[in-house]
């Protein structure tokens, strides 16, 4: 039976640690798929901070904890890490990016269509404003600059869902084999810890990574853009669901 303390001083658990922690930053850095979705979706929606910080989280939860759920299961059945690649289960998990990368252009695709019947219509849309006192107030204006009251738009709502979603069907390609590689040498608390570790990192390098482009994306003079906002997050969308289906980010 494998044991946890042995594991953990012979460092071989360790060693696995650190990968985890090394390719949970990586693998999110890497992809822009982790958090570009969230920043322009966030200006597009006049999301608040809270609300992207909170959407970001979650969706980062999501995207680990679907991964992990496999993970235990194959490393309880017994599944050896070696064993991992070319399986059917490393199969299916392919078929999971794949289903994510497709999901995401098709919901670009419709936002850019959305975005730009809004564009002709002339369509109101909303901003985020920071005050002096750190207080935030979100309100709409029309492209001809007439200001109104924030009235929640539909897609405002089901946005985050959608987005939810996809990240689930996003795998973490690299989680299951380190799970696999714990078990084998430290049982079900080698597995808890890589990934702990991993989960960790890369929801914490999501939110950061999301925290600090929405810093700077609202220091640039992109005001003569909003018109095609949605159209833009959009396209965003699409660009990173082409990276991971034909790049393979």
């Given at each position: 039976m494998a044991d946890l303390n042995i594991a953990l001083s012979s460092g071989n658990l360790l060693i696995l640690l650190g990968t985890a922690f090394s390719l949970g930053l990586l693998h999110t850095v890497l992809g822009p798929d982790h958090y570009l979705p969230f920043v322009m979706?966030?200006?597009?929606?006049?999301?608040?901070r809270r609300k992207t910080a909170i959407v970001t989280f979650f969706c980062g939860c999501g995207h680990v904890l679907s991964s992990v759920v496999i993970g235990a299961f194959l490393a309880w059945a017994g599944m050896a890490a070696t064993e991992w690649a070319?399986?059917?289960?490393?199969?299916?998990?392919?078929?999971?990016?794949?289903?994510?990368?497709?999901?995401?252009?098709?919901?670009?695709?419709?936002?850019?269509?959305?975005?730009?019947v809004r564009a002709f219509r002339g369509a109101t849309h909303s901003h985020a404003h920071l005050h002096?006192?750190?207080?935030?107030h979100?309100?709409?204006?029309?492209?001809?600059?007439?200001?109104?009251?924030?009235?929640?738009?539909?897609?405002?709502?089901?946005?985050?869902?959608?987005?939810?979603?996809?990240?689930?069907f996003g795998p973490c390609?690299?989680?299951?084999?380190?799970?696999?590689?714990?078990?084998?040498?430290?049982?079900?608390?080698?597995?808890?810890?890589?990934?702990?570790v991993f989960g960790l990192t890369t929801v914490i390098t999501i939110m950061g990574a999301v925290a600090l482009l929405m810093v700077g994306i609202n220091r640039l003079p992109?005001?003569?853009?909003?018109?095609?906002?949605?159209?833009?997050?959009?396209?965003?969308?699409?660009?990173?669901?082409?990276?991971?289906?034909?790049?393979?980010?």
């Open positions: 979706m966030a200006r597009a929606q006049g999301w608040s070319g399986s059917r289960w490393a199969f299916w998990h392919d078929v999971r990016g794949n289903l994510s990368a497709w999901l995401l252009i098709g919901v670009g695709v419709a936002f850019i269509v959305w975005g730009i002096s006192d750190t207080t935030e979100i309100h709409e204006h029309s492209h001809q600059h007439s200001h109104a009251h924030v009235h929640t738009d539909k897609t405002s709502s089901i946005t985050p869902w959608v987005l939810f979603i996809i990240f689930i390609e690299s989680l299951i084999p380190l799970m696999l590689s714990a078990w084998s040498i430290s049982g079900i608390g080698g597995v808890a810890l890589v990934s702990i992109l005001d003569s853009l909003d018109r095609w906002s949605t159209s833009l997050a959009g396209l965003s969308l699409v660009a990173c669901g082409a990276a991971i289906q034909w790049l393979g980010l």
